[in-house]
């Protein structure tokens, strides 16, 4: 199994511009999570989707941050505006539901986001 | 909301040494523990994880981890760490029937050979 893949792996942009990070979770899997990660707070859970839907964003920051779940196989963060406090890696992990919830989780390898 | 101590965030130790990471967690009911590993530049694995049964779990590279219930916590031991095992771990916890994963800060951990 290709494991949790994410996209870019690295991302520069300017302040204002609009970001996209992508997520392809484990096949089978029907938990998908975001997490940013930052010196100053740790790993924080963003949001998760469970087949696809939206069970608890109350992690979001702010407007400016959402998350979409077309499918499957595929989840979209994104960023508009970005801001340079938003620097920091984000991963996105997925997990499979047992008894109506996930246990463990596998992450991938993270999205570096720089903000300048 | 549970939340996850992690103390000495950084600790640095010789090949061969014995290593001990604390992890406290705040959360009165029935949970689950993880320890996960981020070895440099690679994203986070499971090194171990406790559901229930035997509070002694083995998980790899020969690391276990005790879950004391009356002390709410849960910490990683490994007792002849090598050069391979500089990383960074991490705690997280969560409440039996819930999704969300609450992680500590993490200990970085450095082995000098």
């Known amino acids: 199994d290709a494991g949790v893949i994410q996209s870019p792996r690295h991302e520069v942009t300017e302040m204002g511009q609009e970001v996209t990070l992508r997520c392809k979770p484990i096949?089978?899997?029907?938990?998908l999570f975001w997490y940013r990660q930052t010196m100053m707070r740790g790993l924080e859970l963003l949001i998760y989707?469970?087949?696809?839907?939206?069970?608890?964003d109350s992690g979001m920051p702010e407007d400016r941050f959402s998350a979409k779940m077309p499918n499957a196989s595929f989840s979209t963060l994104k960023i508009q505006p970005s801001e340079p406090r938003d620097s920091a890696v984000y991963f996105c992990?997925?997990?499979?539901?047992?008894?109506?919830?996930?246990?463990?989780?596998?992450f991938g390898p993270g999205t570096r986001l720089t903000v300048l | 909301a549970q939340s996850v101590s992690q103390h000495n965030h950084h600790v640095i130790l010789s090949e061969a040494a014995s290593l001990e990471l604390g992890c406290n967690y705040s959360y009165g009911g029935t949970v689950n523990l993880f320890w996960y590993v981020q070895y440099p530049g690679q994203h986070l694995q499971l090194l171990l994880k406790y559901f229930s049964g035997d509070p002694l779990v083995k998980g790899i590279k020969g690391f276990e981890a005790e879950f004391i219930k009356s002390k709410f916590s849960f910490n990683l031991r490994k007792p002849s760490v090598q050069w391979s095992d500089t990383a960074e771990y991490f705690c997280?916890?969560?409440?039996?029937?819930?999704?969300?994963?609450?992680f500590g800060k993490g200990n970085q951990v450095v082995v000098i050979p």
């Open positions: 096949s089978g899997h029907d938990y």
């Open positions: 992990a997925s997990g499979a539901s047992g008894g109506g919830r996930t246990d463990t989780q596998y």
């Open positions: 989707f469970n087949n696809n839907v939206p069970i608890d």
């Open positions: 997280a916890v969560n409440a039996r029937g819930n999704n969300r994963l609450a």
